[in-house]
């Protein structure tokens, strides 16, 4: 993947760490880290679905709103957002809009949408948040499909029940 980096491999497994601590926790498998130019992880955020079936509450999504509450726009112009699955196009937007400057992801919105066929629970869209970033008046550079196979197996058997 052009533009990825050992450091990028590195901190996508963390952010698989953290969809598998989702999972444990009874939701779905989608983690996301924020991690600022030192390396330092500023924000861990898992999928926050249950208990309130909330649709909205992505790991991105929710990571993006603790960012826009705890750090700088200096900070979150240079931090990456790493996350297990490509944003989809609410969390891209909200990554937009918080300013963070760079996503590197791992299981694309395209393949996750295979995955997880017309489960009820993840209608996914199949919209590369490329073309989302694309649309809006300040960069975001995207580093992903990273490592896809190792994020696939995060929803090993999660969509079938």
């Not at 760490?17 to 030192?38: E, K, M, Y």
């Amino acid at each position: 993947m052009s533009g990825a980096t050992e450091r990028d491999e590195y901190f996508l497994r963390v952010s698989f760490v953290v969809a598998r601590r989702s999972l444990t926790h009874g939701n779905h498998p989608f983690g996301c880290i924020v991690v600022d130019t030192d390396g330092k992880v500023l924000i861990e955020a898992e999928n926050g679905y249950m208990p309130d079936h909330d649709g909205t509450a992505h790991a991105e999504r929710l990571a993006a709103t603790q960012a826009c509450r705890t750090l700088n726009r200096e900070v979150l112009a240079r931090s990456t957002l790493y996350s297990s699955a490509e944003p989809c196009a609410m969390c891209s937007g909200a990554i937009y809009w918080a300013g963070i400057g760079r996503v590197v992801y791992g299981l694309s919105e395209h393949r996750l949408r295979g995955v997880t066929g017309n489960h009820p629970e993840n209608p996914t869209l199949d919209l590369p948040c490329r073309k989302v970033f694309a649309s809006g008046q300040r960069p975001t550079e995207i580093v992903g499909p990273l490592l896809e196979d190792e994020a696939q197996a995060l929803h090993d058997d999660v969509w079938t029940k």
